[in-house]
């Protein structure tokens, strides 16, 4: 009777631990699937700014939020009540992309309204007031310009953001162009800045594959090549232009080249501010009208 007792005691005792080694591994699952509806609820926003004929753009995700460039010198007071209205008071990163004043134009105004972690531009020195006002803000803020290097590699709440390229040509200021790729699960997004057909050639055998194309100097026929298009493969392709701009971008050449490819085409002259939303898998498009100094 006792080695009866005995062995229903070790069997009660077995099966015990078995059913604690199963809750145990549902609560993994339970964490795991918790952990999964986190990364999958978190949203990469991304806001092509109707500036005219000039670039602004801003990232967010996860509370933190990235400014690649601002627009011509009359913007920059409008995107300052832009950001405000948006709640926006500080930039974990802001990036002029290249000494142009419709690109840095308003960065000066940015830098005098906001909290700024880091500032990036390239390693190019012009003698324009726009970029001189630049400098001298940031010096007075006692914020220091960091030059990228190619392959760095920043975080944006769970966005990942990649150095594709930055030159250092004084002829050719668009050839300075910092080229980012931001991946935020399954989606990417390609920023080429005013990048032409000579930088995309040194960059194809870059990770620039990417799901959304912010097309490279406003859709000027001298960027964006069949053979770059072909090797960056986007679903989507932004244009950040003015309506009736007197360099008549985008080019029909470029224009025809998207739609070959099968790429959707936004475009700030006739969309107004073009706001991307990504879940990590699929990418939701909205446009509205901002008082950004879009024309």
Partial sequence: ?????????????????????????LNSIQDTYSINNNIVSSQLKVTFIDVGQADSILIQNESENMLIDAGNNEDGDKLVNYFKNLNITDFKYVVGTHPHEDHIGGLDNIINNFKINYIYMPDVITTTKTFEDVLDTALNKNLTITV???????????????VIYTGNDE?????SSIVLKVTFGNTSFLFMGDATEEVEN????????????????????YSTSDEFLNKVNPQYAVISVGINN??????????????NINASIYRTDELGTIIMTSDGNNI????????????
């Avoid at 392959?151 to 990942?160: I, K, R």
């Avoid at 002829?171 to 050839?175: A, R, V």
């Fill in 1 to 25: 009777m006792k080695r009866k007792r005995k062995s229903k005691n070790i069997k009660t005792i077995l099966i015990t631990i078995a059913v604690l080694i199963c809750g145990l591994c």
């Fill in 148 to 162: 990228p290097k190619i392959n760095d590699t920043l975080n944006l709440g769970s966005a990942t953001i990649k």
């Fill in 171 to 175: 002829e050719d200021l668009n050839n």
């Fill in 202 to 221: 040194k960059i194809l055998n870059s990770d620039i594959e990417s799901t959304v194309l912010k097309v490279g100097h406003h859709g000027s026929k």
């Fill in 246 to 259: 007197s360099y008549g971008h985008p080019d029909n050449i470029v224009i025809n080249k998207l739609n």
């Fill in 284 to 295: 939701k498009v909205e446009n509205y009208t901002t008082d950004t100094n879009g024309e």
